[in-house]
């Protein structure tokens, strides 16, 4: 049993060259801004939260923090994802986990996030939903991974630390957890 709070680390620094705008910021069909559906999913979801930004990214910032999540500026976020999660994790060293979500895939269900945050609070050392026989997002890590995920680099997020240690699958009918938005078409759908 975790004892120590879980955190939702929201990975938004990603420079978007796919999509060609400001991605986080555009609106999905219902209207809402595709990093502020990613948000208010998270910090729903878990005992707090941070969103990890880019250095130049003033207006995502003040979106996602009027939103619930505390802002933390990865002046190195270029160099790729690998570095803004080792920075989100290094912005809540006292954590009892982290729940790592990707702030373009904004239909994920606050539900699903919480059965992870969960998860990581009854022991599970890495646990993340699977639809369908797909491993998807967001992945809860324990805090016993802080050494490992503060050292990343690159852009290869956590994957290696995924293929090295058990993950605890939660089933789940949830689809959000495997789509996300590349693309202004991806929005559609």
Known sequence: ??????????????????????????????GE????????????????????????????AAVLDANGA???????AAEG???SLAWGVRAAPAAGGWVIALA?????????????????????????PVHSGTRGHPVG?????YGELVALAGDEGARRILERHAVLSIETDDGGILRDVDTAADLRG
């Open 70 to 76: 505390r802002i933390s500026v990865c002046p190195s």
């Open 104 to 128: 373009d895939m904004p239909w994920v269900r606050t539900t699903t996030i919480a059965r992870v945050a969960d998860a990581l609070r009854q022991g599970a050392a890495i646990a993340a």
């Open 81 to 83: 994802m690998g570095v």
């Open 141 to 145: 890590f324990s805090a016993k991974f």
């Open 1 to 30: 049993m975790c004892a120590r709070p879980v955190v939702g680390i929201l990975l938004a620094a990603g420079s978007a060259s796919r999509f060609g705008a400001a991605k986080l910021l555009a609106r999905l069909p219902d």
């Open 33 to 60: 801004r595709m990093g502020v559906a990613a948000v208010r999913n998270l910090v729903a979801a878990v005992d707090s939260a941070v969103a990890v930004v880019r250095p130049d990214d003033a207006a995502l």
